[in-house]
DNA sequence: GCCAACGTTGGC
DNA sequence: GCCAACGTTGGC
């Protein structure tokens, strides 16, 4: 299941040189594109207000430790791209603001930490087995968008979020269900 | 607090 | 490789 770790630190201002085959057609779809996220938080441990208090509003978004969210993680998530902030396991799960990813994937220190949490004896600092992004407040939504209201929503049938069974703590959205959630938090509910 | 759904572990 | 047991997530 473990891929190893391949370079794919490609920004905006990266000179990509298509003679190598490094530079797939991934990464330049990745230079080229902004992708969307959602990621979860259990606002009891760490909530946007807890991000907005941060310094520079910035955070690495440690202890994922679900190899599927691992690779966007590792792989997929790219400075720039925008996250959905989400409420999870709380009284009432919402959308609650959206941040920008301000760095790209790299090793979980926590991983290697005895004293943490997230500490993992079983990875080894030759080749991490888990990754993480920082990143920064862009807003804090006027009003929390509500999991109810967003089951309501016939356009966003299709987000992961609202299918059965659904778990991930890191997933893809759509720029459309991103939009739609962002003009569901300008009007009042 | 309950419980459905999912992921991981480990015996065989 | 199968699958039972267990742990976790997260809405309700």
Known sequence: MDRSPKPHKFTATSTIDCRHDSATAKD???????????????????SIDDLADQPDQTTC??????????NMLRDDIQVGDRVLFYHSACKVPAVVGTAVVSKSGYPDPFQFDRKSKYFDEKSDPENPRWYLVDIKLEKKFDRPVTL???RERAGLKGMVLLQKGSRLSVQPVKKKEFETIEKLASKPA
């Open 28 to 46: 330049l779809f990745h230079a080229m594109t902004i992708n969307y996220w959602l990621m979860k938080s259990e606002p009891t441990t760490f």
């Open 61 to 70: 978004w440690e202890g994922v430790r679900n190899y599927q969210a691992r």
């Open 148 to 150: 109810a209201e967003l």
